[in-house]
């Protein structure tokens, strides 16, 4: 069976974000003062070929601790959908 991945990587909230810092600077320029707290991470969309979902959730997982996530400076998290 096929699964869809929608992955969410941001940095950790105790981290300095210093593109969210310059953007949230940038909205005041733009009128846009009460735009605040901007966080800036990434999104990732994968396909994944698994028996079960809680397979395809296993293997996406392993993806995020190995490869799509520095666990030292940014959180993940996920959801699984058949394809």
């Not at 869809?4 to 593109?19: S, T």
């Not at 969309?45 to 993806?63: H, I, N, T």
């Amino acid at each position: 069976m096929k699964f869809r991945a929608e992955i969410d990587v941001m940095p950790l909230k105790a981290l300095l974000d210093p593109q969210g810092k310059a953007v949230t600077r940038s909205m005041k320029n733009l009128g846009l003062a009460e735009i605040q707290q901007v966080r800036i991470g990434k999104h990732i969309s994968l396909e994944v070929e698994a028996g079960s979902k809680d397979e395809a959730r296993k293997k996406v997982d392993d993806a995020c601790k190995k490869l799509l996530c520095n666990q030292i400076m940014e959180f993940y998290e996920f959801e699984i959908a058949e394809n």
